[in-house]
């Protein structure tokens, strides 16, 4: 009994990846939240990022944007290289970080997509090395775009790259996400979404400041985090995510804070890939009804399979 479940389990699988990818979403946000999705006519904003997605979303400019290493030069050009954390390397041959002096308090990860990163904050041995390589090359043969649908990964050319570790090597840096939305008069709205207790196997605490930096609108698993003490570093940031959301009706824009610099972190189009959780206390309906997005024809377009979808050569031109 046991085998036959896993093996329709397998097969029920297999059909669903067969699936264009609007429907598989489909069915993984009914999975997830018990209903469909408004996708024709969004109006929480999982169902616009899902919009996005499918429908309105401008994936080559986006792969630039998310990719790790083309958007330091963008982000150097509109607010200033000194809020980029250093790099230290980046390279499409991962047997080249073996040639660095020292890989001591460094993070290395791929620019193509999120999730996959490795942490030294003392020299690893020549074992681990040998791993990091392996792990490395793995990352390199993965499409980013396949994890969760989202067609913009598909135009980043995979590489390695290797930051300085900014933070002081006892706690997980914490995250500061600023979601943006564009108002179209030259006003944001936004919501701060600030992510710690990363390290350890228990769940992320998570605060949402919505439209202010000084009382909280809803928290999750709460640990006593206060942001009072960085909050003149913190409106410094919110004024640079403006100018970073400038050109978009909706962006994520991320931050670190390490003995008062702000670093950045990355821009992000499509969060959770239109399937957030966490988003309670209204906050779904809320944060979609900040979301003016433009919009194209009710009627939804054929939706397209994974493999109906050529991606356009990398963009390497600086922007």
Known sequence: M???KTELRKGVLYLLKKMPWSCQDRIYYFHKFRKLPNIRQPKLFN????????????????????DKILVRDYISKTIGEEYLIPLLHETADPITLLGLKSLKNTVIKPNHGSGMVEIFLDEPDCIQKQLLIKRCEEWLSRDFSHEAREIHYRYIKPRILVEQYVGDGKFAAIDYKFHM???KDGNYEYVLQVIYNRSGNSPLSMNFYVNNLSHCFYKIRDTGLDISSDRETLEKALELSKKLASDFDYVRVDWYISEGQIYFG??????????????????DKMMGDMWLQERKSAALPRAHRPEEI?????VFKKI
Do not use: C, H, W
């Open 266 to 283: 990355e821009l992000t189009f499509t969060p959770g890939a239109g399937m957030v959780t966490g988003l309670e206390q209204g906050l």
């Open 47 to 66: 169902e616009k990022v899902l919009y996005r997605k499918f429908i309105t979303g401008d994936y080559v400019r986006y792969g630039i944007l998310s």
């Open 181 to 183: 939305f564009n108002k």
């Open 310 to 314: 050529t991606p356009l050569p990398a």
């Open 2 to 4: 046991f085998k036959l």
